[in-house]
């Protein structure tokens, strides 16, 4: 099983980015995917859960309106579509899995 991350980067307040997370070793239309994220000096937290076809997604309050995950199963690969970023969006995105965690991708914003 394997998820890896790609997408991060330094971008400036207002900017967006688009992360991505390619899954292989598992049937990923089956199972429920996750975005995490984890901060300077703060706990990995749940930022967006979208449903194993897709249909439901859910978020933190924190994103909210500004985030959206989407998944394309016939790729294996789900995505996080990051608009109007802020400083406190700034963290390491963690994809996750089928119990499975990726290496995880460094977002900085920054002006």
């Known amino acids: 099983v394997q998820l890896v991350e790609s997408g991060g980067g330094l971008v400036q307040p207002g900017g967006s980015l688009r992360l991505s997370c390619a899954a292989s070793?598992?049937?990923?239309?089956?199972?429920?995917m996750n975005w995490y994220r984890q901060g300077p000096g703060k706990e990995r937290e749940l930022v967006a859960r979208?449903?194993?076809?897709?249909?439901?997604?859910t978020y933190a309050d924190s994103v909210k309106g500004r985030f959206t995950i989407s998944r394309d199963n016939a790729k294996n690969t789900v995505y996080l579509q990051m608009n109007s970023l802020k400083p406190e969006d700034t963290a390491v995105y963690y994809c996750?899995?089928?119990?499975?965690w990726g290496q995880g991708t460094q977002v900085t914003v920054s002006s």
């Open positions: 996750n899995g089928y119990s499975a």
């Open positions: 070793g598992f049937t990923f239309s089956r199972y429920v």
């Open positions: 979208i449903s194993s076809a897709g249909g439901s997604r």
